[in-house]
């Protein structure tokens, strides 16, 4: 099965990572990530890949620090035309739901991520429902959605536990996740050779 792997920031692309994967570097954010992707995918519409996998770093205030989850599903926690009588989150005139589900694999814990263009820290985590929060899926899930390929998301949770007040509070933990992630890769290569 041909997988395109697709990550936002060479600070998460530690050792174990890179001696398993070459993947697609969107930069920071949804507007990066969307056309990051959407150019990776179009020029690869003559064989599109079978599976995207975006995998990165995280924020959750409720989940395990430096554990690695897979998103159930994905919100866009930056849309917000509930004065014109939407639902928060959900894009005006897209036959869309405010959430919606990931493909997942069996083997790796499950949780529901939320997307924005924020770094989200301390009472910002009181206004969001999602178990953890990223800068990218949402907009990676809607080019693989353009294109008909599913998405599969997995994170490690970099930080939450405590306020974020300089880089360093984010990337303190990513080697630890690099490792975790290098195995949660393993799982789905075995699972999609299969």
Same mark, same amino acid.
């Given at each position: 099965?041909?997988?395109?792997?697709?990550?936002?920031?060479?600070?998460?692309?530690?050792?174990?990572?890179?001696?398993?994967?070459?993947?697609?570097?969107?930069?920071?954010?949804?507007?990066?990530?969307?056309?990051?992707?959407?150019?990776?995918?179009?020029?690869?519409? +003559?064989?599109?890949? &079978?599976? #995207?996998?975006?995998?990165?770093? =995280?924020?959750? !205030?409720?989940?395990?620090?430096? @554990? $690695?989850?897979?998103?159930?599903?994905?919100?866009?926690?930056?849309?917000?035309?509930?004065?014109?009588?939407?639902?928060?989150?959900?894009?005006?005139?897209?036959?869309?739901?405010?959430?919606?589900?990931?493909?997942?694999?069996?083997?790796?814990?499950?949780?529901?991520?939320?997307?924005?263009?924020?770094?989200?820290?301390?009472?910002?985590?009181? +206004?969001?429902?999602? &178990?953890? #929060?990223?800068?990218?899926?949402? =907009?990676?899930? !809607?080019?693989?959605?353009?294109? @008909? $390929?599913?998405?599969?998301?997995?994170?490690?949770?970099?930080?939450?536990?405590?306020?974020?007040?300089?880089?360093?509070?984010?990337?303190?933990?990513?080697?630890?996740?690099?490792?975790?992630?290098?195995?949660?890769?393993?799982?789905?290569?075995?699972?999609?050779?299969?």
């Amino acid at each position: 099965m041909s997988i395109l792997y697709v990550m936002a920031a060479e600070a998460e692309y530690g050792p174990h990572l890179r001696a398993r994967i070459a993947p697609i570097m969107t930069g920071v954010g949804p507007v990066e990530a969307a056309i990051a992707v959407t150019r990776a995918l179009a020029e690869r519409a +003559g064989a599109l890949p &079978e599976l #995207v996998v975006s995998l990165g770093s =995280a924020g959750s !205030r409720r989940l395990e620090q430096c @554990g $690695v989850y897979q998103a159930s599903s994905v919100d866009y926690r930056d849309m917000d035309a509930s004065a014109l009588g939407f639902p928060k989150g959900q894009t005006p005139f897209l036959d869309l739901p405010p959430v919606l589900p990931l493909h997942t694999v069996a083997g790796i814990p499950l949780a529901t991520l939320s997307t924005g263009a924020n770094i989200v820290s301390g009472p910002a985590y009181d +206004g969001i429902e999602a &178990e953890m #929060v990223d800068m990218e899926t949402y =907009a990676v899930l !809607r080019a693989c959605q353009a294109f @008909g $390929v599913p998405l599969l998301a997995l994170r490690g949770i970099s930080d939450g536990a405590d306020e974020l007040g300089h880089v360093d509070d984010w990337t303190r933990y990513l080697h630890v996740i690099d490792e975790k992630l290098a195995d949660a890769v393993d799982l789905i290569e075995a699972s999609h050779s299969a």
